[in-house]
């Protein structure tokens, strides 16, 4: 047989090796006890083709940055030929659905491969989303559409670039086969292009993969889950002198994986980031962003608003709620765990060092964004509270805000009201809200704010360097998402590529990009994809 474009991959699948799997072979949908995982070869399509790679994952890969050029990379990345080296499988996990346990979920439509072990970033598994059903897929077709796998793919890697932790995408494939798709659920499916995304993270493991073990008592299973993850994923935690794991290690380990969340949250609402569904199967034990679905980003500053059409009614998953629901979901955790512990009291504690986490980092964060240095709680979280409250008080775009406030010049002894407003001005939605009270509401703000700088007498053009590197200027806002799916349901990728490149370094100013910048227009504003997402993907 000829080389293959992905035969350099050094494959070492701990996963499967070291994990019970499921003994019956059957793919067919049904509910999986004792197992781990089930093993299921990826489905062949009708014509797969490359929409997009991410250069920066070939090269931690290992790969020929020119290998997606090639017929064999579409082949492989999209599922069509078997990869030597991996051992495909689909994991069983449950999970808590908007607050409620819903049994087992597992990998509907995801498809493991095995894991990689590369120079730089360690074991990486692969994992394809959208490769055909598996005992997981309940009543759908484990098959993905273009709109959500282009919206996975960019998003993953946007998240990288902009420094939150997130897992990773390689590859977006159109597979040449129609899914059918009910985007509204109105009761008018249409068929769509489908699409597989190939991507990367440490492991996938998620906190359902605990849960559907603890709510079916199988402790054995539980442990073996635990042991495995912590001896592969978090060996540092564990005592060289002592082999046998102790009760001690998996509080520890729990309280790792509190921390590593508190930190991504934290991430999150830096970037105006809204997950849209954390349901505890899309929560990582890594603390990684994890399965984009109906995701979004703040346009004007709402802490009130959630992409999610399912959610739209409770806004169980809205961007102000986050942190909090970190902390249910971490509960679920600790619940989970509690067979292999059994003490309350270490949980708990491992518990509250997500609360004191969020809470010392947070502020600091929201520092950083302001360019306060030297931030003292007490004496300058006010300033922090009154500006949250202005950015909801007229539509105020929050990514243009904080690039404007950099700009506000706090050195001169004089400056007229509309200079120190005219650096974000093209925040406002509605250029007339910014008027009466709430333009006097600014402008005492920004007295106070040029004070505070003043006092820790930093320059603005430094100011300016450390604002600017924790603000970023490029989100993947979400209409430009959507436009660049317009394009790619037309056969052109070009804006794909065009976006993904602007995003590789979303705080540098990149004048020539500067339309990947611009707030919301208009017609985006109740267009669906671009403010309202289903499920529906
Ligand atoms: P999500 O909240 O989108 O991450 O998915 C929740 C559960 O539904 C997971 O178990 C998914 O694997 C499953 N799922 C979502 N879409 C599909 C699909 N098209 N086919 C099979 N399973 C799916
Ligand atoms: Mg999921």
Not at 254 to 281: C, K, P, Y
Not at 350 to 369: C, G, H, I, S
Not at 451 to 469: C, F, K, V
Request: glycine share 6%.
């Amino acid at each position: 047989m000829a080389a293959q474009p992905l035969d350099d991959l050094v494959w070492d699948n701990s996963f499967t090796r070291a994990l019970p799997a499921d003994p019956i072979s059957a793919n067919r949908v049904r509910q999986v006890f004792d197992a781990a995982y089930s093993r299921v070869t990826p489905a062949t399509t009708e014509a797969p083709e490359l929409v997009a790679t991410s250069a920066e994952m070939l090269d931690l890969l290992g790969l020929d940055p020119n290998v997606g050029a090639s017929e064999a990379f579409v082949r492989a990345v999209s599922g069509n030929e078997p990869i030597e080296g991996s051992d495909p499988y689909a994991m069983c996990y449950g999970g808590h659905q908007f607050g409620n346990w819903a049994g087992q979920l597992g990998d509907g439509r995801a498809i493991n491969l095995g894991e990689v072990v590369t120079k730089r970033s360690g074991r990486q598994a692969l994992q394809f989303k959208g490769a055909g059903p598996t005992p997981y897929s309940r009543g759908a077709d484990g098959l993905a559409v273009l709109r959500s796998s282009v919206r996975e793919f960019l998003c993953s890697e946007a998240m990288h670039h902009l420094g939150v932790p997130s897992t990773r995408a390689l590859s977006v494939a159109l597979t040449g086969d129609k899914v059918m798709r009910d985007m509204f659920y109105d009761g008018r499916p249409a068929l769509e292009p489908g699409a597989v995304v190939c991507r990367s993270a440490p492991s996938f493991i998620r906190f359902g993969n605990f849960e559907i073990f603890a709510s079916r008592k199988d402790i054995a299973n539980l442990r073996r889950l635990a042991d495995y993850t912590i001896t592969t994923y978090f060996p540092e935690l564990l005592d060289a002198e002592h082999l046998t794991i102790a009760p001690a290690n998996y509080v520890d380990w729990f309280a790792e994986v509190a921390r590593l969340s508190a930190d991504m949250i934290v991430h999150w609402q830096r970037v105006g980031f809204v997950h849209g569904v954390m349901n505890t199967d899309n929560m990582s034990i890594h603390g990684l962003t994890i399965d984009y679905g109906p995701y979004g980003w703040l346009d004007n500053y709402d802490p009130n608003w959630t992409p999610n059409t399912t959610d739209a009614s409770r806004k169980r998953y809205r961007f102000s709620a986050q942190p909090q629901i970190g902390a249910w979901n971490l509960e679920r955790l600790a619940n989970a765990l509690f067979p292999l512990v059994n003490e309350v009291d270490p949980l708990t504690d491992a518990l509250n060092t997500y609360v004191t986490r969020f809470n010392e980092k947070w502020p600091q964060m929201m520092a950083d964004k302001l360019g306060i240095v030297g931030f003292a709680p007490v004496t300058d979280r006010s300033l922090i509270d009154d500006l949250l409250e202005l950015l909801v008080g007229a539509e105020t775009d929050m990514t243009l805000f904080f690039r404007g406030l950099a700009d506000v010049d706090t050195e001169s002894a004089t400056v007229t009201d509309d200079e120190l407003l005219s650096p974000f001005l093209e925040a406002f939605y509605v250029r007339e809200q910014l008027s009466g009270d709430h333009r006097d509401g600014w402008l005492n703000w920004l007295q106070r704010y040029r004070q505070r700088i003043a006092y820790s007498g930093q320059a603005d053009l430094q100011r300016r360097a450390t604002m600017n590197a924790v603000n970023p200027k490029y989100v993947l806002r979400n209409y430009l998402a959507q436009l660049a799916i317009d394009d790619a349901e037309k056969g052109n990728f070009e804006l794909i590529k065009q976006i993904l490149e602007v995003l590789r370094k979303p705080y540098d100013d990149q004048p020539p990009h500067n339309r990947f910048a611009a707030k919301r227009p208009d017609w985006a504003r109740s267009r669906p994809g671009c403010s309202m997402l289903s499920c529906s993907s």
